[in-house]
């Protein structure tokens, strides 16, 4: 049995590659094998939409991942924070909570999209409070579907055009001293159960920089950071050989 670990896919019908190479990555998994999804798997969810060919692959795709024996666990990304335990259902996936540990054979491994990481960004973190609010989440959802299409199109055209050069992407970026506080509190918020007694790893995407980073923070062995899919394709692989291995590789031809 292993553990596949993917994110920011961003998958979308003009994008046929990426969902060929989504279907092939997952045709690929064997029975007992576990896929973690960490997020922004669709470009953009606006809720269930039968025209969305994207959902329609993910559907299919992993409902025969599931009938060989693969089970497909989600965690939400900021494109798809919408994305409730039902829905999730409904693409035979398993949603789990934001932060997340991943044990496997004594190794512990924290899962998460990625973007608390970036503590500094401060406008972003004031914009994922007030879409995280129930309410607001409640009200878009009974908008029709064409206006929920109308508005998740408005917020892709904004992100595309906020790009920012190489110092601001620094700035903004991962700020280890938090990665370390989200491990110590979960490790404290899980104390009374006496699991996890340490993270060994924590693998996250959102920033797009495929990489690992060690010695950032004590205790902590590595940090692995998933590349978004586009020309390549990245994982993180987890067998029982030992800790976690980043690869990345090309798209599949079509």
């Known amino acids: ?19 060929q190479a989504f279907s092939s990555f997952v045709a690929a998994l064997k029975a007992g094998d576990r ?40 965690v939400h990304g900021n494109r798809d924070f919408l994305l409730s335990s039902r829905e ?25 999209h990625g973007d608390d990481f970036c503590s500094n960004d401060l406008a972003y973190q004031r914009y994922k409070r007030k879409v995280s609010n129930r309410c607001l989440q409640f009200l878009f959802r009974l908008l029709p579907l064409w206006k929920r299409r109308q508005i998740g199109h408005s917020i892709r055209m904004r992100s595309q055009e906020m790009t920012r050069s190489p110092e601001e992407r620094e700035l903004y970026g991962v700020v280890p001293a938090t990665v370390a506080e989200i491990c110590a509190y979960y490790v404290e ?3 009374a159960t006496l699991f996890p007694q340490r993270i060994d790893y924590v693998v996250h995407g959102h920033i797009h920089e495929f990489g690992r980073h060690e010695g950032e923070c004590k205790d902590l062995k590595a940090r692995l950071v998933l590349g978004a899919w586009g020309n390549m394709l990245s994982y993180c692989y987890v067998d029982d050989g030992g800790g976690p291995v980043l690869r990345e590789e090309p798209l599949p031809a079509v």
């Open 189 to 191: 918020q899980h104390a």
């Open 1 to 19: 049995m292993a553990c596949y670990i993917i994110a920011d896919l961003h998958l979308q019908a003009s994008r046929p590659e990426l969902l």
């Open 35 to 74: 896929l973690f999804i960490l997020g922004d798997l669709f470009n953009f969810f606006i809720g269930l939409d039968p025209q969305d060919e994207a959902q329609n692959v993910v559907r299919q795709v992993l409902g025969q991942a599931q009938e060989r024996g693969v089970d497909s666990f989600f």
């Open 88 to 112: 999730a259902h409904s693409f035979h996936m398993t949603l789990l909570p934001d932060t997340w540990v991943l044990s496997h054979n004594g190794t512990n491994i924290l899962l998460t």
